[in-house]
């Protein structure tokens, strides 16, 4: 069974600085797709930025980056010159390419307030 | 940019009564989805739908839950006889092609309220 963990439940960033946050999975399959979404306080789910298991390069969207680390199962949003705008609810996903078909899994989500 | 559109936003009913959410995925796209989020949970899975039957559903996707395309624009879910528990955040998502890689998109939700 596919398994996503967040580890941080809540994080304070100082606006215009960089923050991290943590992701780790647990799969037994080789292929499979790791994305990470948004949820502001109005409630929609924003994608952000998509790492496919196979692609050499860390994902790069803009100010997020993915730092993928696949041998440590951890896939970790960086979020580059913090905006107020950026504080929401952070999920990390992962959909596996194998048994579980199409559904993506969801972490528990990480809260990131972004202080002025 | 093209949206997936939900209504109504919120919904309140009576425990044991019916209600159907309802969603406009993105015009192109072909797979359709239905999550849910309880209060301070996790977003999981219900069930995903392409060419007007159910392609995959989750266990928490029992009898009282059905989904439906009545027409080329709408794609709904039931909940036949609402529980307390079913109170949660329900999302809507579509997706052009079902593709691994491919991202969701999502509406902004309908938030249920059974009392």
């Known amino acids: 069974a596919q398994k996503i963990t967040q580890t941080q439940p809540g994080m304070f960033v100082q606006e215009k600085e960089a923050v991290t946050l943590d992701c780790t999975y647990d799969t037994s399959d080789q292929s499979y797709g790791l994305f990470w979404y948004k949820q502001p306080s109005s409630g929609e789910m924003i994608f952000l930025i998509y790492?496919?298991?196979?692609?050499?390069q860390n994902a790069t969207e803009g100010r997020y980056s993915l730092n993928f680390q696949k041998a440590r199962k951890s896939a970790n949003l960086v979020i580059s010159a913090s905006q107020l705008g950026d504080s929401a609810m952070y999920f990390c996903?992962?959909?596996?390419?194998?048994?579980?078909?199409?559904?993506?899994?969801f972490g528990g989500g990480t809260r990131l307030m972004v202080k002025p | 940019e093209p949206e997936v559109t939900q209504t109504p936003s919120h919904q309140v009913t009576q425990m044991g009564q019916e209600v159907i959410l309802r969603c406009v995925p993105i015009s192109n796209h072909l797979y359709f989805y239905w999550y849910r989020q309880i209060l301070g949970q996790k977003v999981e899975f219900l069930v995903s739908f392409y060419n007007n039957e159910i392609s995959e559903k989750s266990e928490i996707f029992d009898d009282q839950f059905s989904v439906e395309r009545p027409d080329g624009s709408n794609f709904t879910l039931k909940i036949r006889s609402t529980k307390l528990e079913d109170s949660a955040m329900y999302f809507c998502?579509?997706?052009?092609?079902?593709?691994?890689?491919?991202?969701?998109?999502f509406g902004s939700g309908t938030q249920l309220s059974v009392l």
């Open positions: 998502a579509s997706s052009v092609a079902g593709e691994k890689s491919e991202k969701l998109f």
């Open positions: 790492q496919g298991s196979y692609d050499e």
């Open positions: 996903a992962m959909r596996d390419w194998g048994n579980a078909g199409n559904m993506l899994t």
